[in-house]
């Protein structure tokens, strides 16, 4: 018989228990296991460009640090739905919302909230790589110093290139400009300047489809690795991208409806809707 009571001889400690990530459901194995707790929640979202509906009352629960892929033909709302995350369509005059997109269950849309603020909290990279003409130090201080977090200037440069896996790349030609990198090395800068403001989530709007497949091959490993710290939300075309490095998979069809978000193995492997099943089959889109 096993003599090892220690465990039953003291009463469980709730606060111990929710504070152990593990026990929590809060590390990527308790994430693998379906019980990640919800980051980013839409319920019944819709979005108008003046007349034009492009998200129908989409509703949808992001789990916290995994890799969440968006999935559908050309027009369908994926790029619409990731920018209410982080209100970037705040910028496009024609955009109008409605319904709730709740991050941490606050309504980003009420009047109290900051839309610079929460993009610190939810940082985006785009298709086209976007580095400011700047230093590759500069690029990645610019918010930093934005934000007055400029103590230790140096070290959080370097782990934010180290993060995005560009350092050992570029840490002898920091002074030399962000503009004459290769094109994967500058998406791999635009999301260390985007992990130097200390996100939660970030958001990646085809963040490989400008780039060669070596390239492309990085930034998937890189996303990977960033579900383990960040929730990670990504719009591709590729579905063999979506299968190969997302943990869910949300499929928006034409009209802005989104048609099955499950589990990506379930998506791909047996999806419960015949038109997500064409649509993954190649029979349209
Ligand atoms: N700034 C805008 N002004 C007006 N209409 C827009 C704007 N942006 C998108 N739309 C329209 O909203 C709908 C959804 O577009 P959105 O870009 O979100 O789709 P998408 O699925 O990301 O497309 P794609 O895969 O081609 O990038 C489309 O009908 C599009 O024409």
Redesign the pocket.
Same mark, same amino acid.
């Given at each position: 018989m096993n003599d090892d009571t220690t465990t039953v001889d003291v009463e469980p400690d709730d606060r111990l228990i929710e504070t152990d990530p593990a026990e929590a459901g809060l590390s990527r194995d308790g994430a693998a296991s379906g019980t990640a707790p919800t980051v980013i929640e839409s319920r019944h979202l819709n979005?108008w460009?003046?007349d034009?509906q &492009?998200?129908r009352d989409v509703s949808m629960e992001i789990p916290e640090r995994q890799v969440t892929a968006?999935i559908?033909?050309?027009?369908?709302?994926?790029?619409?739905?990731?920018?209410c995350i982080n209100r970037m369509n705040d910028l496009?005059d &024609? &955009?109008r919302v409605e319904g709730e997109l709740l991050f941490n269950g606050k309504d980003v849309y009420d009047d109290d909230v900051d839309p610079v603020a929460l993009r610190r909290r939810i940082g985006m990279v785009f298709q086209q790589p976007n580095p400011f003409p700047k230093s590759i130090y500069d690029n990645v201080a610019y918010g930093l110093r934005v934000q007055g977090r400029t103590d230790d200037l140096d070290e959080q440069v370097e782990r934010a290139l180290r993060r995005s896996a560009l350092w050992d790349e570029v840490k002898d030609q920091l002074d030399e400009s962000g503009l004459d990198l290769s094109g994967g090395q500058q998406q791999r800068l635009c999301i260390a300047r985007a992990i130097a403001a200390d996100p939660e989530v970030i958001l990646m709007?085809?963040p490989a489809s400008a780039l060669d497949p070596v390239a492309t091959s990085k930034i998937e490993d890189l996303i990977a690795d960033l579900a383990e710290e960040y929730t990670v939300v990504i719009?591709t075309?590729n579905m063999q991208q979506a299968a190969r490095i997302s943990d869910k998979t949300a499929v928006?069809l034409t009209g802005?409806e989104l048609v099955e978000f499950d589990d990506t193995n379930e998506i791909f492997e047996n999806p419960e809707s015949d038109r997500v099943e064409d649509y993954i089959t190649g029979k349209f889109g």
């Open positions: 979005v460009y003046d034009t &492009a998200i968006m559908g033909p050309s027009g369908c709302g994926k790029s619409t739905f990731l920018r496009i &024609a &955009a709007d085809e719009v075309h928006f802005g």
